[in-house]
């Protein structure tokens, strides 16, 4: 385990805190220490006893996205073929880091606090749910630098906020404030400031008692916790 | 029926049904984003094909209170009342390419798994940045 990366597990729920530099700029090194841990992650998975997962930033921030010139090079350095559509073995590796969080038998949490932007918003919209502190501001701002978000984020957030609200943010790259992220929900969860952390460890121990979790039924839990405890 | 083309957007008014917008598609150009001005009268009597290769978008004066065949019919439902401002938003400072790579995924999306725009937002990602890099492929 890195120092950026800080994993621990209390009571059966494992709780990943990021605590890179530059308020988790998504750095080469970081999605180094990114992908460890969840190869880690997926490693515990395979075991009972796993409630649930929490996710958030050390510091103010989730994250502030993607270092985009450190991307650019990245990219020049890996070979992609448009004729055959074969992807580069490092983005496969990565993109699978983001998105099988949304497969795993437990519910996975993001608490979203200050900036959660692009590649650290796609951490976000690759988890089940969503609980978003008052003050945060989230996007996908990568359409401002001429590319698109590609760990997950144009595919998840059309399926957690709709056609209309995920072309609106993946298109504008704007950054929108907490509230109209849950009006439009892509937060499931308003929370007060400090509040977010608490309120993913109450939802993860109501889904526990209901003993059903399966990710194909993560909305409709959510509708009912929403219906039953809040 | 009044077709104005724009540099991404063209609009449409005095259509009274979607079978009507449907029966010359090329009529339109190649728009990113078909704009179709619809009043109370407008009726939802069919589909625009899923592949259709721009996105659409309805416009009306209240667009809150859309029917939902109409919702059913078109990508987006806008206000009528500010469609520059909005396509401003949306398309400032893009290029063609950049916004016909994000309209592919949103265009599968009408009816691809999410797997199928998963792995439609990578190939878009490495075509835009061999463009950033410089126009050229990454190979």
Known sequence: MSDTMLLTEENGILRLTMNAPSNNLMTADFFRDYEAVMAEVEEKAKSCGIKGMVICGGGRHFSTGADVEALAQRSADESYDDTTGELPAGHIRQKHFFTFLRGLAFPVVSVVTGFCIGSGSEIAVNSHYRIIEKNARVGQPESTFGILPALGGVARTIDICGMQNAYELVMSGELIPAERAYEIGWADIFADKKQGVPAAEKLIEYIAGRGDFAPEKSKEIMQDYKENEL | ?139
Not at chain 2, 117 to 133: D, H, P, T, V
Request: hydrophobic share 35%.
């Open chain 2, 1 to 139: 029926m009044k077709i104005n083309k724009k540099e991404f957007v063209t609009e449409v008014s005095d259509a009274k049904s979607v079978s009507e917008l449907c029966t010359d598609i090329s009529a339109y150009g190649e728009p990113c984003l078909l704009i179709v001005y619809g009043g109370a009268d407008f009726s939802a009597d069919g589909r625009f094909p899923a592949e259709l290769p721009f996105i659409t978008a309805f416009a009306a004066e209240d667009a809150e209170n859309v029917s939902s065949g109409i919702k059913d019919c078109f990508d987006l439902v806008i206000s009528s009342e500010n469609t520059d401002e909005y396509t401003e938003k949306l398309f400032k400072d893009k290029s063609r390419k950049q916004i016909e790579e994000i309209n592919r995924c949103f265009i599968i999306a009408r009816k691809g798994s999410q797997e199928d725009i998963l792995a439609c937002e990578s190939r878009a990602f490495y075509r835009l940045m061999a463009e950033k890099n410089g126009g050229g492929s990454n190979e």
